[in-house]
């Protein structure tokens, strides 16, 4: 009998699907914003909001570019700062700064960027493998999309937020 | 696939719990083996488990199950009696379906986990032992199925059994309607207790009607042994209705007086089981318990704010109205936390029940005789905790037994009853729940515990000397230490109380003990309810606040700079003859020193098991019920931090985890120093590149001043209020040369800034200079106190502030001007 189950399910899960498949061509959103003098952007899907800077408090014991915990609405969350992730000097906090809450699975960290820039609609197929020379060893760029002028490297959210300390 | 994985899951639950009281009955029945309750409790398990089992294809288990069910049944009817050797093998096939449930929990099948054949050998033996003296059963039955021959019932089938419990309880209604029938012809008798009792078979609970079905059939095979014995009087006259006929009277004449039995029963099965319950599952109580959590932090901070709004609107009507909203929704959220938290309880019977076979099993093997007396199993504790509490206290129990309890002969010559008794004691006490394991053994000797440990070299015999008895008690937490003085089976294996004692810790326990000589020895462990809300410590390190467990904290003392002394460059302090070694908090977490030290500091004396630290802190805030949330599975782990809370005013405070802290210590080597400015000023060359900061929140008074400065060249920032002025200084992007401070300003007044900035050391030399209309002498007192270079009073003239600025820059007017 679980196996006359299993099959229905099987065919629902084909039905659903296939749809899918069909369309012509998958768009991704991404939300772009700088980080020091460059254009970064990530999936709109991977971030949960974005927020203001709010006060937060230092974690000892912790890489520099760990700034340290904040509490949004109750859950405590790592602050951590792009530039210093990506070797700039420290930010500075001013009006146009904000944290990025950004959520994979289970894992939520608020992420400190300079400035948003907009949201944009991009092909799939207009994103390119990020180039292995650019020495990325921790995967941290996922591709570059191309859009009429500009290049934007699109980051990779689960290496974002991997502990690598 | 997944229906069967559900009724595995559910078999299994079922199943364990089924055991948990098992081994409690069957401890039960060996004090009273008479007791045919209790054996028709044990026997319902057995066949529970074998019958599913046997649905759900385990044969090991069915095969294991159906042996002891065997056996069971012959005991109940009485063809066996419980020995300690029967019990023994019980027991044994007891453990063995556990095992092998256990192995059906991980694997998902019972095969090649459990040997069983050997516990199936010996439940057989008893089997056959008991049966020579039963009349061999091979004569076909005078049965409506023909189809087997049958021994007794419990070789029937699922579905004979099931016909003839349907005929039985047909029969037995019919008796019942009769007999109401000829009660009502003969007199109305409401007063008596069977009537109320047999009024209704579809009214009884299911336990009741399980109970009767029992009962039922002990009777009917009562009655068929004495058919059977009958018949071979009569010599084979397989007559159906003789019996049927004969059994009618009888039954009629007995149930009278079972039936009154049953009254007493029944009241109390209904009180333990009839409980209405649902199964949740964990995660969703702890989902629940963090939203609470939340909740309760908010409510913190609306009280926090409630106590700003009421200093600053006294008297005013509303106040009343916010009063009355704050503390009804503390109030709930306070009810609606400890609900939640209860629905996380479990009675810590369930830890205790395991108890009563361990200390049976521990008695055998020692040849001591101890009662264990159990109370308060109904005291409840957070889920995790109980799961946690149950190694410490096997551990102590076990060493009760083993040092605790003498021979019953060496008890018996000390005038002790040979029996001894351990006593496990749970009840609430607060904000804690209490566990006493009391035995009345030969207790404790503080002088041979002194000497024992100085022996071993754990204590210095100038310690032993200075030692309290309650200190010397502690010592059997001592790692290595071992009081046996032979290493039996029990204890003395290498793991011992002091594992106990940091599993205690671990909870944030603590561990008392009390003893006499001759008399016995009392433990008593303090452990808080739940792990998520804890008492803590908050301390102050330059700007940074953490949360110390309070648990841990033995004291706090207030020093000055100069009691702390080096020792092979490690601080430590002397206090009370004892040398304490000190670390700075600022050094374990790099704290930026950004203030100077003041002229005390606190030192917070921390402690697990038997080594202690101080803690050198800036202040005390203050002892506060933090909720602890975790950092998330990126920052988790971190040296030294156990997890976070978040106060009143919102900002996350890191709760430090002690034990980690410790070991840190170790390896941090003092830097107590006063760090000195090394900030060398950059060279000024022209007049502009002199900072002054203006703080004012007129406008207007913010342009007088500028005009006046104007001549001087120098340059000029403005800030509206102390906070924003502090905040500018902080930063650091400008280093001001002097700020000009107005008193009477919104969110931060003059004096509270002056005494802000005094703080930092790099602002120890920046002169501040008051420029405000408030001029009497108090006012001028005041501003010298918190760090004020100059006061000028308004009005002024251009001039003269100028003077005063240039004075203070050290900026030659006359090469300006």
């Known amino acids: 009998m679980s196996n006359q189950l299993e099959e229905v399910m099987k065919k629902q899960q084909q039905q659903q699907r296939a749809p899918q498949e069909g369309e012509i061509e998958k768009v991704v959103q991404l939300v772009g914003f700088m980080v020091g003098d460059e254009e970064f952007a990530v999936p709109i899907l991977s971030i949960q909001e974005i927020i203001k800077p709010i006060e937060y408090t230092r974690t000892p014991k912790t890489p520099p570019y760990v700034l340290g915990v904040f509490n949004l609405r109750g859950s405590v969350l790592p602050l951590i700062d792009l530039r210093m992730k990506f070797g700039l000097s420290r930010s500075k906090e001013n009006e146009d700064t904000r944290y990025m809450v950004i959520r994979h699975n289970e894992e939520v960290a608020g992420f400190v960027i300079d400035r948003l820039t907009q949201a944009t609609r991009i092909k799939e197929s207009a994103i390119d493998p990020a180039p292995e020379t650019l020495g990325d060893e921790q995967n941290m760029i996922y591709g570059v999309g191309k859009q009429e002028e500009k290049l934007i490297s699109i980051l990779n959210v689960e290496a974002l937020l991997r502990r690598d300390f | ?817």
């Open chain 2, 1 to 817: 696939m997944d229906e069967f994985q559900e009724i595995l899951e559910d078999f299994l639950v079922e199943a364990f719990e089924m055991i948990e009281q098992l081994d409690n009955d069957l401890i039960e029945l060996e004090n009273s083996p008479e007791d045919l309750d209790l054996l028709n409790r044990i026997f319902r398990v057995a066949h529970t488990i074998k019958g599913s089992s046997s649905f759900l294809n385990f044969d090991v288990l069915t095969h294991l199950t159906h042996h002891m069910e065997d056996v069971l049944n012959k005991a109940r009817r009485g063809e066996l009696s419980i020995t300690p050797d029967v019990m023994d093998v019980v027991l044994e096939s007891t453990d063995k379906m556990k095992g092998l449930l256990e192995h059906i929990k991980e694997t998902g099948s019972d095969e090649g986990a459990v040997d069983v054949a050997p516990t199936v050998r010996r439940l057989e033996a008893i089997l056959n032992g008991g049966e020579t003296q039963e009349p061999p059963a091979a004569e076909p039955e005078p049965e409506p199925e023909p189809v087997e021959e049958e021994k007794d019932l419990s070789e029937m089938s699922e579905e004979e059994v099931e016909a003839e419990i349907e005929r039985l309880l047909a029969q037995r209604q019919e008796e019942d309607r009769k007999r109401r029938e000829a009660k009502r012809a003969a007199e109305a008798a409401g007063e008596k207790p069977e009537e109320s009792e047999e009024k209704d078979l579809s009214e009884m609970s299911e336990e009741e009607v399980e109970a009767e079905i029992e009962r039922l059939l002990a009777q009917r095979q009562e009655e068929d042994r004495k058919r059977r014995e009958a018949k071979r009087a009569a010599q084979k006259e397989a007559q159906k209705s003789a019996p049927e006929a004969k059994e009618a009277p009888q039954s009629s004449a007995k149930p009278a007086a079972p039936a009154k039995k049953e009254t007493k029963a029944a009241p109390k099965e209904r009180k333990t089981t009839v409980e209405q319950t649902i199964r949740v599952d964990v995660k969703r109580l702890d989902d629940l318990m963090n939203l609470i959590g939340e909740l309760v932090l908010g409510k913190n901070r609306l009280l926090k704010i409630y106590d700003d709004v009421e200093e600053r609107y006294e008297g005013e009507q509303f106040l009343e109205e916010l009063n009355q909203v704050v503390s009804s929704v503390s109030l709930v959220t306070t009810d609606l936390q400890i609900a939640v938290m209860k629905t996380r309880m479990l009675p810590i019977g369930k830890v205790f029940n395991k108890f009563p076979r361990m200390v049976r099993d521990l008695s055998r093997e020692l040849h001591k005789e101890i009662d264990l007396v159990i109370s308060g199993e109904e005291t409840e504790l957070d889920k995790s905790i109980v799961e946690e509490i149950g190694d410490p206290l096997v551990h102590i129990i076990r060493n009760s037994c083993d040092h605790g309890i003498e021979l019953p002969q060496e008890r018996i010559e000390k005038g002790k009853p040979a029996k001894g008794t351990v006593q496990l004691k749970a009840y609430n006490e607060g904000n804690h729940i209490i566990i006493e394991i009391v035995d009345d053994g030969k207790g404790l000797d503080a002088d041979m515990l002194k000497m024992k440990a100085v022996e071993k070299g754990l204590i210095s015999e100038k310690e032993a000397d200075q030692m309290s008895e309650k200190e010397a008690f502690m010592l059997i937490f001592k790692p290595g230490f071992s009081t046996a003085a032979q290493v039996t089976n029990v204890s003395g294996r290498g793991v011992g109380m002091d594992v106990v004692r940091s599993n205690i810790e671990k909870l944030n326990g603590i561990i008392e003990i009390d003893s006499e000589v001759g008399k016995g020895t009392t433990l008593k462990l303090k452990i808080p309810l739940t792990l998520a809300i804890i008492q803590s410590l908050l301390v102050s390190v330059q700007e940074e606040f953490y949360a110390i467990p309070l648990a841990s904290v033995l004291e706090t003392v207030r020093i000055t700079p100069d009691e702390i002394q080096s020792v092979e460059g490690r601080s430590v302090l002397r206090l009370r003859d004892e040398v304490l070694s000190l670390v700075h908090l600022a050094d374990l977490f790099d704290v930026e020193r950004v203030f100077s030290m003041g002229e005390h500091a606190y030192v917070v004396i921390i402690g697990i098991a038997e080594t202690k630290i101080g803690l050198i802190v800036d202040s005390l805030v203050g002892q506060e019920e933090v909720v602890i949330k975790s950092l998330g599975e990126y920052l988790k782990g971190i040296e030294g931090i156990a997890g976070a809370t978040i106060r009143g005013d919102g900002r996350v405070t890191l709760i430090v985890d002690v034990g980690a802290l410790m070991d840190m210590a170790k390896n941090v080597k003092s830097s107590m120093q006063n760090l000195e400015d090394t900030q060398t000023a950059a060279e000024k060359s022209s007049p502009a590149d002199y900072n002054i900061l203006v703080v004012d929140d007129s406008k207007t008074d913010r342009a007088i001043m500028r005009k006046a400065l104007e001549p001087l060249g120098v340059t000029i920032t403005e800030a509206t209020n102390g906070v924003e002025a502090l905040n500018l200084m902080k930063e650091g992007s400008k280093t001001f040369d002097a700020a000009l401070v107005d008193i009477e300003m919104p969110r931060m007044d003059g004096y509270t800034l002056a005494a802000e900035i005094r703080k930092f050391n790099k602002f120890k030399m920046v002169p501040l200079i008051a420029v405000t209309s408030r001029t009497s002498r108090s006012d001028r007192m005041r501003g010298v106190e918190v760090g004020m270079t100059e006061y000028i009073t308004k009005p002024y003239t251009p001039e003269y502030l100028m003077n005063v600025v240039a004075r203070n820059i050290n900026l030659n007017v006359e090469q300006t001007v």
